[in-house]
């Protein structure tokens, strides 16, 4: 029983690098999202998606970049890193938007 | 503009006594509230939630109370244990909006012996 899946746990980049956190679900959940937390702040969505091929912005989008191509996969790809992209990143999935969110064990990204 | 408030950064609670933690709202179209549990290096787990039709929803220790006209929800947990010790996050939603969770800033519960 996987859940939700994240890699990798740690990461440090150098600023103007980029790499992609990559993320999986088993449940065959429709909707998945990526979240951010800064110290002392509570969850930012990123984005979101509602079914392969789908995707929208959430709250804080700028600097990210996701793809939906299959239901279980839902990669976030930073593409210039920037020192205030330093934050722990969460990936979750529910079936239905409605529903309780499960979520991955977190990815921590530093970008010195 | 901080739509979901948890003003209580922390709490400490002996064990065996009640936890309450608190959480105000200023968007008054949220019409659907959980909470979430948070362990030190896991992603947060899914606890308790309420639908604004009702003001009060119960799970075994864990108890969610909703005052809709003060626009303010707690979390009772009766009787505290150790392993509550973790970051408690509420969250809300509004109609339409489903998939847009709205996370408070979250409280950090510690139940001591």
């Known amino acids: 029983n996987a859940g939700v899946t994240q890699t990798p746990k740690f990461r440090i980049l150098k600023i103007g690098q980029s790499m992609t956190l990559q993320c999986t679900q088993d449940m065959n959940h429709n909707y998945m999202y990526w979240y951010r937390q800064d110290p002392g702040m509570g969850l930012k969505l990123i984005y979101y998606?509602?079914?392969?091929?789908?995707?929208d912005k959430g709250e804080v989008p700028n600097g990210y970049n996701v793809s939906r191509s299959t239901t279980e996969d839902f990669p976030l790809r930073l593409e210039l890193a920037a020192p205030s992209q330093t934050s722990v990143y969460f990936c979750a999935s529910n079936a239905q938007g409605n529903e309780k969110l499960f979520f991955g064990s977190g990815t921590q990204l530093s970008v010195l | 503009d901080q739509q979901v408030k948890q003003n209580s950064p922390s709490l400490s609670v002996q064990e065996g006594r009640i936890s309450i933690l608190n959480c105000d709202y200023t968007n008054s179209m949220f019409d659907y509230f959980l909470w979430y549990k948070k362990y030190p290096a896991e992603g947060p787990t899914f606890l308790i939630s309420i639908s604004s039709i009702k003001d009060k929803n119960e799970d075994g220790r864990f108890t969610v109370f909703l005052n809709k006209s003060a626009k303010h929800l707690s979390l009772h947990i009766v009787p505290s244990q150790p392993g509550d010790s973790a970051v408690y996050f509420c969250a809300a939603s509004a109609p339409g909006n489903t998939d847009k969770l709205i996370f408070g800033t979250g409280t950090r519960l510690q139940v001591f012996p």
């Open positions: 998606s509602v079914g392969a091929g789908i995707t």
